[in-house]
């Protein structure tokens, strides 16, 4: 199953640093939740909302890493289906799930970074994003701002690349 892992640039390095993401970790995929969430949606619009919840969690990730470059990051890895396990909460953003083990780079098949442009809109955004998700129209038109960028995509040998680039 592929899923959606929300990170930041310091998660991306300890990734490379180490070779594995330890788990558990919260993903992001097309649970039964998300398919009745956008019940007309086809498999490649759901896979694409997965993403963009899992960048939306990248912001509150952001947000407690002082470390990380304002860029939002998520990376796409393909694990056995029977680790992935749903988040069955009302207040779970639809798609949220737990996958129970270690993410190794060798299952990761890409990941999604901000170009340089998105810097100031999520740096804006990540300052807001737990106000907008507690409602705040304000707040979610900045959160909208950051989330107006399309991710960058990249193969997983150009993720060092991208961290000698920010």
Do not use: K, N
Request: no cysteine; aromatic share 4%; hydrophobic share 50%.
């Amino acid at each position: 199953m592929r899923v959606y892992l929300p990170a930041t640039t310091t998660v991306l390095q300890r990734l490379l640093d180490e070779g594995q993401l330890d788990g558990p970790l919260t993903v992001f995929a097309v649970t039964p939740q998300l398919r009745s969430h956008y019940e007309l949606s086809d498999d490649e619009e759901l896979e694409y909302a997965a993403l963009l919840a899992a960048a939306r969690a990248s912001l509150r990730l952001i947000d407690v890493d002082p470390a990380a470059a304002r860029r939002r990051v998520v990376l796409a890895a393909d694990v056995s289906d029977a680790v992935v396990i749903p988040i069955e909460d009302d207040a779970a953003d639809a798609g949220a799930a737990r996958v129970g083990v270690d993410v190794p780079l060798s299952v990761v098949a890409s990941a999604h970074v901000d170009a340089a442009e998105a810097e100031d809109d999520v740096r804006r955004a990540v300052g807001v994003v737990l106000e907008a998700d507690l409602g705040s129209e304000d707040a979610q038109f900045v959160v909208d701002q950051a989330e107006g960028h399309e991710l960058g995509w990249y193969a997983t040998q150009e993720i060092g690349a991208v961290l000698e680039l920010l």
